[in-house]
């Protein structure tokens, strides 16, 4: 199916559109999310659910097993029957079952009752995973937090109606989409809601909000003649509308066409990303926005366009703060499209450090934790290692002077330790950036932070982060803090009903499992315990899909999507899972000197040996706190 965008403009030309076509006008409580926005939590709270809640397409095509394609070439078209062999499926529905890949619809013809693929799909091709934003368990935000207008929506779109807080111009919104529900008006039974939670309407009436806008949103619209009614009465009451989600070019996207019907569309396409499906248009003298349903879209095309026409419209500038800061490491971009990346940024030495962040247009969470925003211009391939760059901020500068960085490894503990933090230093707050054991190794070794969290078993020594540390930070003085003993291993379904015993069982045909990410500690354990047993990683079905961390391996097993993978025990309890042990290992802080001998190493220093944070451990279960806040090493 081709797009059907008139043109795909730039995003300046786009906005110069806009405003020449609109003139200007002028204690604890127990609350519902979507009014916490400038609130305070006395609470930690943690996601109910995952996001999304079922593995789901994340395309408009044909969901079909890859299995059934592997013979597909240029030149031997493949056949496969409909309803039979492949299913047509639209953005945001559950794979049928059976399937599990996704076809562009794109990329097949239609005869009669089947379809004519010319290559083989590949395992989880175009294929939203359970948890694959967030992750249930997770903690969104820790006590004495102030709730962010991003927070808002990533709270909601983990299924948390309500938060414990302490007390304390017109634009309509119109969500669409048969697949979401209302939290709020259809309540989530069981396990999981019957389809995606719409939270992009919420979300955005608080950042119009923000902006100076009085919002409000309509029902959900579920088909062309609803979205239709629903706008024109709009049309004649607000001064802006926006259409969430339906502007892009799959079967059940109407937003272009019932603009036209009604009045007329300006543009219809964006050179951006994420964002590119942004439609404009005039209806009854009131501009109508069509904006993509990917919340991270939507919320780029909203700051993009509707920031300054509320601006345009009130005659009152917005505030807006940048800071200069420099890229870690090197980021690649496609040239022609600008592409706006969500960061965390990390202080030292006067200096701002950006970490990208997950750049996906559906990982909502990424942009709810981001502290800025940056933009590759169209014009470049991306940015350098040590370029210096600007970054729009998210939070305020003493938010992230005030908050503590730590790079490497994931683990429970430190979401413990983040809410221990801001119970006894409200101003203060710990920040972990997950790239793997080895990864953080490396930004240690460059300067480019003091803490880092890391379990690499040296496969000569048998001994766990002090050799590796010794390798790659030969010359930097250092220390290591241990933090606690975990078990790492096989995760099964209750009951184990494939009778996984072992790493023997990861060859048989019959299992599937999931990995952690290259660098991870995790990951070098699983090769190492391969490596012994002399197993092949290619006979692994899933050796090569990776996970961030030990709770999304934890999901995916629990959901069936892969019968096993390796995580800590402590996911294993929280989660209702057999637990397979395979070793003992190490996880440690890393700390440079120079920081060791800091206010703000102390304080947490003094939370990891205190007797709440090895209570909480244990709490959880699967750690060994017996050396807990033991400094293991010192080097230079």
Known sequence: MAKRYLETI?????????????????????????????????????AKYSNPPFVCSAMDGYATSFAKTLEADLMNPLALDLNNDAFAVNTGDPLPKGTDSVIMVEEVERADEKIIIRKPAYLWQHVRMIGEDI????????????????????LLSAGITHVYVRRKPTIFIIPTGKELVDIYKEPVQGTEPRGLIDFNSYLLA???????????????????????????????????????AGSSAGSEDFTEAVIS???????HGVSMMPGKPTIFGM???????????????????????????????????????????IMPYKVPSRIGIEEILRVNLMEKGGKFYAFPLPRGASIFSSLARADGLITIPENIEGYEEDEEITCELLRGKDDIGNSTHIIGSHDLSLEILRDMMKRKFPDRDLISTHVGSLSGIMAFQRGVTDLCTTHVLDEHEKMYNIPVVKKYVPNRPWLLVHIAKRT??????????????????????????????????????????????????GSIRGYDREESSHTAVAVLVREAVADTGIAINAVARIFSLGFIPLAEE????????????????????????????KDRLKEVGGYNTGDTGKIKYVNG
Do not use: W
């Open 283 to 325: 209806v009854h003298g009131k501009p109508v926005f069509g904006i993509p349903g990917y919340p991270v879209s939507a919320v780029t095309s909203f700051k993009k366009f509707i920031e300054p026409l509320c601006e345009h419209l009130t005659m009152a500038p917005l505030a807006r703060e940048h800071v200069s800061c």
């Open 10 to 46: 730039k995003s300046k030309e786009a906005l110069r559109r806009i405003l020449d076509q609109v003139g200007t006008i002028g204690d604890e409580e127990y609350l519902p999310t979507h009014l916490c926005k400038n609130r305070v939590t006395t609470r930690p709270v943690f």
């Open 488 to 537: 790492q291993g096989l995760l099964v379904r209750e009951g184990n009903p494939k009778l996984i015993t072992g790493i023997s069982d990861m060859v048989r045909d019959d299992v599937t499992f999931v990995n952690r990410q290259v660098g991870s500690g995790t990951r070098i354990l699983f090769d190492l315990l391969l490596k012994e047993k002399g197993i092949d990683r």
């Open 586 to 613: 190490d996880y440690d802080l890393l700390v440079t000197k120079e920081f060791a001998e800091t206010e703000r190493f102390k304080r947490l220093l003094d939370l990891i040996r205190s007797e709440e944070f």
């Open 135 to 154: 992750v249930e368990g997770d903690m969104l935000l820790p006590a004495n937090q102030k709730i962010r207008t991003l927070d808002v929506g990533m």
């Open 261 to 267: 019907e009604l009045g007329r569309v300006i543009f």
């Open 206 to 244: 608080n950042v119009a909000e923000e902006m100076g806008f009085n919002s409000y949103r309509s029902q959900i619209a579920i088909n062309k003649d609803e979205l239709s009614s629903i706008l024109n009465d709009a049309s004649l009451k607000y001064d802006v509308i926006i259409v969430n």
